[in-house]
């Protein structure tokens, strides 16, 4: 199981990367060309399905490996037993939040689904499905991390 979970991070990286990637060379191809006079009628909404998937996917890749932006500045003093248990329950209170865009993010995927892009013949929900994907895939992350403070708090006692 632990093969399958690194396998899969590692595969939403790469997608994370490509569509970076191609996001950063279709606004700037987008851009080259609106300096020639030519305009690309898709690639606004491209642009935007790639940011969501980018972005949620990228999300889950810093929340990982710990790069999110946090404030430690109220538990930078405190033991580390009490620490370890303030970290334990923002988590919590984190996989809530992610249970919560979970559910009503494939909600709105159902009901956005006859919602089409401007230029593009697919449903608006191929960006919204990012949503839901990035709440599960953030909320193994959050149990997996939760889980690991537990272990450590255990061996610290």
């Known amino acids: 199981m632990k093969k399958f979970y690194e396998t899969f991070c590692r595969i939403e990286e790469i997608i994370c ?3 970076f990637i191609s996001l ?3 606004i ?3 851009a080259i060309l609106r300096g020639m006079s030519m305009s690309l009628s898709w690639n606004i909404d491209v642009a935007l399905l790639l940011l969501a998937w980018s972005s949620f996917l990228g999300a889950d890749c810093a929340f990982r490996s710990g790069q999110l932006v946090g404030i430690d500045l109220f538990t930078r003093s405190l033991p580390s037993k009490t620490k370890a248990i303030v970290e334990i329950a923002v988590l919590f209170l984190i996989l809530a939040l992610l249970i919560f865009l979970l559910i009503f993010g494939s909600i709105l995927v159902t009901t956005d689904w006859s919602r089409q892009y401007n230029s ?3 449903s608006f929900s191929w960006a919204v499905l990012s949503l839901p994907v990035m709440s599960f895939s953030m909320s193994i992350s959050a149990i997996l991390k939760i889980k690991q403070r537990f272990a450590n708090l255990r061996l610290n006692n």
Do not use: K, T
């Open 120 to 122: 593009l013949p697919i």
């Open 17 to 19: 990367g490509i569509g």
């Open 28 to 30: 700037f191809l987008s």
């Open 24 to 26: 950063v060379s279709l």
